[in-house]
């Protein structure tokens, strides 16, 4: 069978649905047009010419500015199987030389180098022996003097266009105004018909700027949000860097440093530990990140200003490419802009000129007070962004209907068993063994059997307690250490979740004399326990051990640990618990070759945890949100019967003092669990998108699955906005559940 777009994108890269104009920019390569792609980061730019690689005859020539840029890129098509290859100053004369003789034989499909290098007289009597169908730039911006990272060599590559006419010509970019659009276009000679540019909205970051007082504290207590978590803070001086690396390490953290002064090799290894999930922080100048394609950085705080909003919005979007949550923090006081100024007073007039433009909208941005932080910085890339509330900004989640809301939180409530005497001893004699040393997120980590780096340094992997509380969720385990406080069995110093837990005299006892354990009420209200409101609903014990399988395998492979599979992936994994080859081949990110690579090795890791927890694989993906405990909690249960009797969405918001968002997850929550509900009539009227679009949202549903939202979103290309899926979904899922 002649192979396709559809058919590579699922038997190579293991995807079933384009994202956003992924479809319309293959097409447009496809059909020999010269095609202008600019995409946000994690938007996908990489398939849109990797795809009509492996579709057109000849080979594909990738510039790109960076070498690490390369060798990821070039990893991570070996792993699914495609001829990839890069040359540059990085290879030994024999194997650069083997690499132009695969290319010479027709052996590769896509090659990497850098302008530099693909402007010499070598690299043109290679390409003039073998046919180029495809030219492209990456990283496009580069072109323009009006972009935040001009370089001369990019303005010569219209040279190359020239040489090989009989080659389409992709230029790629996720940051680029409407100026920097069109001076690319007039250098490379396009035509505006083909320049397709996407959203710059990245919706699963949550963008925040706080007035700088004491920047190291404030980074040290938005780090603790984040333990085990990969990050990137950006600083604007060298010594920063080196002075902040130092402190976070004194504190605790697995940190790095990363800028120019540092020699190559310290560099080199410094980034790769980082890339590899040995160290959890890189410290930076902006010397860091551009050739960095690591999906799952989970953070990115800018302790100075950043030069540009193109500098800040290519930065932070190195957080979150997986699609799932991230966050990012930007620092900023007046004297951030003091510092810029000095600087661009020593560049020549033209430069300076345009360094002061971007500095100042910089300043405009960090200083903007009142409207949500989406608006303006889209704006600034030619987007108007009309959404009244993106609820994934500080300003957006400062205040609502007259209430402040901690970031990203929702309030929900964990219904625990009547008798909780078997789990308090599992929680108490876990804070007991643990040292009375730890804080809950900590003990519940133990509970889980969560392998993170702390966990394992400390050897608590080797409690009795590990792993022994796998069948209850991270929530259910906070909540119950929440009623032991209260009752008397723990003292905390500091916060709960961040707090040292020690056991009561009271606590000692009830485990001495193994008597029943007697817990306080659950909390009001006001007192419950806040979780996140997009947190995936999966096994994190089974997401654990998949990650340590990961780092296995990448280790041995030497690549890093996203090349085997990503995050997402493996949250799948948590999630649907596969138990057979063809159950795992439906787990996106599983292509053909992976699937032969590491198929087996991923399933000896979840076949047994499944038996030993009794957990079997989720069939109908459309009919449930995963895994879990599967306990319904009393408040999700009455809102589900209140609703059944006739009442609105709204009438519950009104009477539990709760957002329509909030019941609109109880009632998704009820359904998708197994249980029967009749969709109102009020639900579609909550609905903007058009019957159509409606339409092909259910159709999504039933070919994807309703678990996630961002798989339906991506196949209706955005024209349907997640508020509306909601919605939809829960319409969806209701008539489920009644046929």
Not at 185 to 206: D, H, M, V
Not at 560 to 577: G, H, K, W
Request: some cysteine.
């Amino acid at each position: 069978m002649t192979p396709t777009s559809e058919t590579i994108l699922k038997d190579v890269f293991g995807y079933t649905s384009f994202r956003p104009l992924q479809r319309e920019i293959i097409e447009n390569v496809l059909a020999h047009r010269d095609t202008l792609a600019i995409l946000p980061t994690g938007g996908g730019k990489s398939l849109c010419y990797q795809i009509p690689a492996l579709l057109f005859d000849g080979l594909t020539v990738v510039v790109s500015p960076l070498i690490s840029l390369m060798k990821d890129q070039v990893e991570q098509l070996h792993a699914a199987g495609v001829p990839a290859l890069f040359l540059n100053s990085t290879l030994s004369a024999e194997t650069y030389q083997a690499n132009m003789d695969y290319i010479r034989r027709g052996q590769v499909k896509l090659l990497y180098v850098a302008p530099e290098t693909l402007l010499t007289p070598r690299l043109f009597a290679l390409l003039d022996e073998v046919p180029v169908s495809l030219l492209t730039i990456d990283e496009a911006h580069c072109i323009s003097e009006w972009g935040h990272d001009f370089r001369p060599e990019y303005r010569q590559l219209v040279e190359v266009r020239r040489r090989y006419p009989q080659a389409v010509c992709m230029a790629l970019t996720a940051t680029a105004t409407a100026r920097v659009r069109s001076d690319i276009q007039t250098t490379l000679g396009f035509s505006s018909a083909n320049e397709f540019l996407a959203s710059f909205n990245r919706s699963n970051l949550y963008i925040a700027v706080d007035r700088k007082f004491d920047p190291l504290e404030q980074t040290l207590h938005f780090l603790r949000h984040y333990p085990d978590q990969s990050g990137i803070i950006y600083c604007f001086s060298r010594k920063e860097v080196d002075d902040l690396a130092a402190e976070l390490v004194r504190h605790g953290f697995s940190a790095r440093p990363y800028h120019a002064g540092l020699d190559e090799a310290a560099r080199k290894r410094n980034q790769e530990a980082f890339i590899r999930d040995d160290v959890q922080i890189i410290v930076a100048t902006i010397a860091f990140g551009m050739g960095i394609n690591k999906p799952n950085v989970r953070f990115v705080v800018h302790y100075d200003l950043p030069k540009s909003i193109e500098e800040y919005y290519q930065e932070i979007g190195r957080a979150g490419r997986d699609g799932l949550p991230a966050s990012c923090l930007l620092l900023y006081g007046e004297g951030d802009a003091a510092k810029q100024r000095y600087f661009i007073n020593q560049k020549e007039a033209q430069e300076r000129r345009v360094a002061t433009e971007h500095l100042q909208a910089m300043i405009g941005y960090a200083e903007e007070e009142s409207t949500c932080r989406r608006r303006p910085l889209l704006n600034y890339f030619g987007e108007t962004y009309t959404t009244k509330n993106c609820d994934n900004c500080d300003h957006c989640q400062k205040v609502e209907n007259g209430r402040p809301l901690r970031v990203k939180e929702t309030k929900t409530k964990i219904t625990l068993p009547a008798d909780l005497t078997v789990p308090a001893q599992k929680f108490l004699s876990c804070v007991k063994r643990a040292g009375e040393s730890h804080g809950a997120d900590y003990i519940v980590d133990i509970l889980l059997g969560v392998r993170s780096e702390r966990l394992l340094k400390n050897g608590h992997d080797r409690l009795s307690t590990f792993g022994i509380g796998a069948e209850w969720s991270r929530g259910a385990w906070l909540s119950l250490g929440q009623r032991l406080l209260a009752s008397g069995y723990l003292k905390e110093y500091g916060k709960f979740q961040f707090a040292t837990l020690s056991l009561t005299e009271k606590a000692l006892q009830a485990l001495y004399r193994r008597a029943p354990i007697e817990l306080a009420p659950a909390p009001a209200e006001a007192e419950l326990e806040s979780v996140p409101a997009q947190a995936e609903d999966y096994n994190h014990a089974l997401f654990a051990l998949l990650r340590q399988k990961r780092k296995q395998l990448a280790d041995a492979e030497g690549v890093p640990p996203y090349v085997i599979f990503s995050d997402r992936t493996l949250i799948e994994m948590a999630a649907f618990y596969p138990q057979s080859s063809s159950s795992l081949r439906a787990i996106s990110g599983v292509g053909q070759v992976k699937l032969q690579r590491y198929g087996e090795e991923f399933l000896r890791v979840i076949q047994p945890f499944c038996k030993k927890h009794h957990l079997a694989e989720v069939k109908n993906k459309a009919r449930t949100t995963a895994a879990g405990s599967g306990i319904i909690g009393s408040r999700t249960r009455a809102l589900a019967e209140a609703y059944a009797s006739g009442q609105t969405v709204a009438d519950l918001a009104k009477r539990y003092q709760i957002l329509p968002t909030t019941v609109l997850t109880h009632l998704t929550s009820y359904v998708a669990r197994g249980n029967s509900l009749r969709s109102g009539a009020d639900l579609p009227a909550l609905v903007s998108a058009t019957p159509a679009l409606q339409k092909e949202a259910a159709a999504a549903f039933a070919e994807l699955g309703a678990v996630f939202l961002k798989p339906a979103f991506d196949k209706l290309q955005g024209q349907v906005s997640y508020s509306d899926l909601k919605v939809l979904r829960l319409i969806y899922l209701c008539r489920l559940s009644t046929n």
